[in-house]
């Protein structure tokens, strides 16, 4: 067995792991409440916390708009509407994530297992993972989601790239084995 190739598939299966539970923990996080991170909680995007936003209440009529505000289009209220639509984009995101980790796991045994169907699997989740990911790099007022995109990003390109070294694909391709497979060895002498 390839000593080296070894550790470059331990190494990459950390990072698909890695990778995939970044991706999945940081979905269910965000839609379960427990990061806030994207638009409703950012000030600069015109979230519900922090300043220069909506002061008073809707029940007491002593709600005033924030400095500057040029009002918005379409239902974006928080009982319905388009906020409801997005809701179950999201949870669709997240069991997308949620089947990336399960996609992932199989990738590893087989990876471990040194089979070929198992890098080609790790291979294209990694490079789809790194691929959406690239959208979240250029959302750059939301410091949290911009780094685990990077982060995303990053392990995806290692995946990909340790892989696809000679050491790992000759961990995959043993040099073939010295048999006679001539039945006829007594007939020869």
Known sequence: MNSKG?????ASSIGLILLVLIGAGWSLATNL???NAGFGGNPIAGGWMGS???RGSFEDGSFQPPENFQGRTG???RT????SVFGVVRWLGTGLNLAGLLIGAVAVIGIHKRKKWGVVLAILLAALIGLTSL???FRFAV???YAQSLIKVALAVAVVV???????RKAFNPAPALVDDDEDDEDDQ
């Open 6 to 10: 070894s550790k470059i598939l331990t």
């Open 33 to 35: 409440g427990w990061v």
């Open 52 to 54: 220069g936003l909506p």
């Open 75 to 77: 239902n974006f209220s």
């Open 80 to 83: 319905g509407g388009l906020t």
């Open 135 to 137: 959208f979240g790099l």
């Open 143 to 145: 410091t949290l989601s």
């Open 162 to 168: 340790l892989l696809l070294l000679p050491s790992a």
